[in-house]
């Protein structure tokens, strides 16, 4: 769907995995070239990869794939100043803007079923769901870019925005628990290797 700009995030330390999570082995390449491809396949117009920790060995992985790098010299400072970064880079004629991070393995049908369900109503924010409980990605109205970017570590980050237009929400479920997935420690990636990173 043109419009669609999705900001990864890949800056962070990944201290608890013990090794860089953007190159971690996904699918027959790394998770970041994974997620980059899972993006563009599932229809939104840019992706922008916000790097931080590790920067130069993530962004070679990066080169190629028709994505941008933007570098985030604050990632120690947390999530939301990555995001605040990936605001700044994406195109300023956005539709809406997607927010996943890359240790949030997604499929192209993922995607795609979740940006669908976005253009295909007017709700200001959409979150999909698997048996009641929110996933990823998350897509929001570009309307709310200078909410977003304003948001903080003190006040919750995105979810500070999440509740302050909870009555336009779209809950959309989906019957994949893979949008919940999240890799955080050596133990949830082979864990999810073995459920869901064999094949395409």
């Excluded at 999909?128 to 200078?146: E, V």
Aim: hydrophobic share 40%; with cysteine.
């Amino acid at each position: 769907m043109p419009g669609v700009s999705a900001i990864l995030t890949a800056a962070g330390e990944s201290r608890r995995m013990g090794r860089p999570k953007p190159l971690l082995s996904w699918r027959g390449t790394t998770l970041v070239e994974h997620q980059i491809s899972a993006l563009f396949g599932g229809g939104v117009s840019e992706v922008v990869v916000v790097v931080g920790h590790e920067a130069d060995a993530v962004a070679a992985q990066v080169l190629g794939t028709g994505a941008r790098c933007v570098v985030n010299p604050d990632y120690l400072q947390g999530k939301t100043t990555s995001i605040k970064a990936g605001l700044r880079a994406i195109s300023p004629s956005a539709d809406a803007i997607l927010l996943l991070a890359v240790d949030q393995p997604r499929t192209d049908a993922i995607v795609s079923a979740v940006v669908r369900a976005h253009a295909s109503g007017d709700h200001l924010i959409t979150s999909p769901r698997y048996k009641g409980h929110g996933g990823h990605p998350l897509i929001f109205s570009a309307s709310l870019r200078d909410e977003l970017a304003c948001i903080s570590e003190k006040r919750q980050g995105i979810r500070e925005v999440f509740q302050a237009h909870r009555d336009s929400v779209q809950e959309y479920a989906l019957n994949d628990p893979q949008i919940r997935l999240d890799l955080n420690t050596p133990e949830a990636y082979e864990d999810a290797v073995w459920r869901y990173g064999m094949g395409d």
